[in-house]
């Protein structure tokens, strides 16, 4: 199986779609967010680094991102095809992540971009906060990740279009969750 990247905004549904494709193409994920959130909880140093970054809605140092990711990446067994859910969220990570890859004798394989308007977006977070609880789903956070996705994370779209993997997803378009989902493994199963 192929590696894929999903890729899109806050509350786009990274981690919801990612379930579904793990569930089905029996692949492994990494969600970086909540790779972080865990260890948070746990109350390590990296757990510290990391609350005051979030909380702040801004992104944690390339340096350290790229490190947790290849650890992470390398606990699963090679050939298995791994879906990176948050990862990568600038320039250089992806940069980093296709030579990690490369480095391995694999490739990034396909990416999928999830579009959804901010309206859509805003009103899901903010039922998330109150179904979750998540520390960053308030509205002056919400705002903060929204501006550090455009500027920061928006731009590697079109880095992905040039290197011929990008896939998009409109929710306007396919209306649905079902929707979404029927197209995403059409695309998926084309590529395999
Ligand atoms: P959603 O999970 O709904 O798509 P999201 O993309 O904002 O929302 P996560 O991917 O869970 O949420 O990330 C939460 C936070 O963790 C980010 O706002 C950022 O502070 C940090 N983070 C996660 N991944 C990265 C990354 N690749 N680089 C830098 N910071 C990251
Ligand atoms: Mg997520």
């Known amino acids: 199986m192929k590696n894929i ?4 905004a806050p509350g786009s549904g990274k981690g ?3 379930d579904e494709i793990v569930t089905k193409y029996h692949m492994g994920h ?8 865990a260890q948070i909880k746990a109350g390590t140093e990296l757990g510290k680094t990391a ?3 979030i909380d702040n809605g801004q992104l944690l140092p390339d340096e350290l991102m790229i490190d947790i990711l290849a650890n992470a990446y390398d606990q699963f067994p090679a050939g298995q095809g791994v879906i990176f859910d948050g990862f990568p969220r600038t320039i250089p990570q992806a940069e980093a992540l296709k030579k990690m890859l490369a480095e391995r004798g694999h490739d990034m394989g396909m990416m999928i971009e999830l579009i959804v308007g901010e309206d859509v977006l805003m009103q899901r977070l903010l039922r998330r906060a109150i179904e979750q609880g ?6 002056e956070t919400i705002k903060k990740r929204f501006a550090v996705y455009h500027s920061q994370t928006a731009p590697l779209s079109d880095w992905f279009a040039k290197e011929g993997i990008r896939h998009t997803f409109s929710w306007a378009e396919l209306g649905s969750k079902e929707g979404m989902l029927e197209a995403i493994f059409k695309t998926i199963d ?3």
């Not at 990247?5 to 899109?8: H, M, Q």
């Not at 998540?134 to 509205?139: G, S, T, V």
């Open 16 to 18: 919801t779609y990612s």
């Open 30 to 37: 990494i969600s970086t967010g909540d790779v972080l959130r």
């Open 190 to 192: 084309e590529q395999a």
């Open 134 to 139: 998540r520390a960053d789903d308030n509205e």
């Open 51 to 53: 609350q005051s970054y």
């Open 5 to 8: 990247i999903i890729f899109g």
